[in-house]
């Protein structure tokens, strides 16, 4: 049962241009979503969350955004740097739960 | 500030043997989770402790067993290893959730093949 869903196993961009990574859920008790970024042989580092009570969060190069109706959330990443290639986790939880589910990635490759 | 340690970083063990790999949180934080990673998956959540007392179990069977210690530290024991246990193995260490900013802080992980 994949509650967190990547359907993208790889996307490649130019860089310069903008980076969308989609994610998909199914579990409404969902409240609270996270990005991650794995470079190899390294653990996962968060990248940006945002609850559910909020449709759009920005971190300087980085916006998440997420539509609760249609339980997808994106992110874009503007402009794209070769230093962003990597894998890219989408991830979930609901609050008194401590537990992540996360999605199975997406591979981004900066074409420089 | 010390980031998430785990050793060892690479393992080989045969089917049916019994494994301990360990962690070392990150300054400040009490609360450790363990993921499963295998090949082309995300990470599953296998456990987490606070306060040295397990808080929330994923879908794995007993023969996954964990330690925290007083210094927050940690251990993932596997007994009877199975083929299948073959996978990365990640800590992570955060502060307990409404305690600051939700998120982890992740170790390089553990390299665990089992042949």
């Known amino acids: 049962d994949q509650q967190v869903k990547q359907n993208s196993p790889s996307l490649s961009v130019q860089e310069g241009r903008i980076s969308i990574l989609n994610c998909d859920y199914t579990?409404?008790?969902?409240?609270?979503f996270l990005w991650y970024k794995k470079y190899p042989a390294e653990g996962p580092t968060f990248l940006i969350s945002?609850?559910?009570?909020?449709d759009k969060n920005e971190d300087g190069r980085f916006t998440v955004f997420l539509n609760k109706s249609a339980k997808h959330l994106s992110l874009h990443i503007v402009p794209s740097q070769p230093g962003d290639s990597a894998v890219y986790f989408c991830a979930a939880s609901h609050f008194g739960n401590e537990k992540l589910t996360f999605g199975t990635g997406t591979r981004l490759t900066i074409i420089p | 500030e010390t980031g998430v340690t785990q050793s060892p970083t690479h393992l080989i063990k045969t089917r049916g043997q019994q494994v301990t790999l360990r962690c070392s949180s990150q300054s400040g934080h009490n609360t450790v989770s363990w993921y499963q990673q295998a090949l082309g998956q995300g990470p599953q959540f296998i456990f987490q402790y606070y306060r040295e007392e397990e808080n929330g179990r994923g879908n794995f069977p007993p023969r996954f067993s964990g330690l925290q210690f007083p210094n927050y530290s940690s251990e993932l024991n596997v007994n009877a290893l199975e083929l299948d246990d073959s996978a990365l193995y990640l800590c992570?260490?955060?502060?307990?959730?409404?305690?600051?900013?939700?998120?982890?802080?992740f170790g390089s992980g553990t390299r665990l093949t089992v042949v």
């Open positions: 579990n409404s008790m969902f409240d609270y």
């Open positions: 945002i609850s559910s009570i909020k």
């Open positions: 992570a260490s955060s502060l307990p959730q409404g305690q600051g900013t939700y998120g982890y802080t």
